[in-house]
């Protein structure tokens, strides 16, 4: 599908920028080197398994790899590359909202915990 295609030139664009091998950031995103040359190559979806994973290696945001995305996405006359695309957002939409959830129970819990350092150290100062 073109826009894995789109997504691998932009992957590849990342690990160029930070000077590593294939083998150097498929080892960072934890999947094979051959995995991670077919992403590249725009010959697999599998990306969106390990959007996570490549967003934090990359240090970008997930929405950041599918930024104007939807103006390559080409309509045939049968409209599978429409319905391949729809089902591609559909579950990009639901990882990407489900990251993002995780952040922010992630957040939640460390202002809880430093809110009760806080406490703890209130009453020993007798504050």
């Known amino acids: ?3 894995d ?3 691998g030139a932009r992957i590849r664009k990342l690990r160029m920028d930070k000077g590593w091998s294939q083998e150097e950031a498929a080892s960072r995103i934890n999947i094979s080197r051959s995995a991670f040359s077919g992403i590249e190559r725009g010959d697999t979806g599998a990306w969106a398994k390990y959007l996570e ?7 970008i945001y997930p929405a950041d790899l599918l930024e104007n995305i939807d103006r390559f996405v080409q309509i045939n006359q049968n409209n599978s590359t429409v ?14 909202i489900e990251l993002y959830e995780a952040r922010i129970r992630e ?5 809880a915990a430093l809110e009760e ?9 007798g504050l």
């Not at 391949?84 to 579950?91: G, L």
């Not at 350092?117 to 100062?125: A, D, M, P, Y």
């Open 5 to 7: 295609k789109i997504i």
């Open 83 to 96: 319905n391949a695309a729809y089902a591609h957002y559909s579950y990009l939409s639901d990882k990407i």
């Open 117 to 125: 350092r806080i406490r703890l150290l209130e009453s020993k100062l």
């Open 1 to 3: 599908m073109e826009m």
């Open 107 to 111: 957040k939640d819990e460390r202002i």
């Open 53 to 59: 994973n490549i967003s934090e290696v990359f240090e």
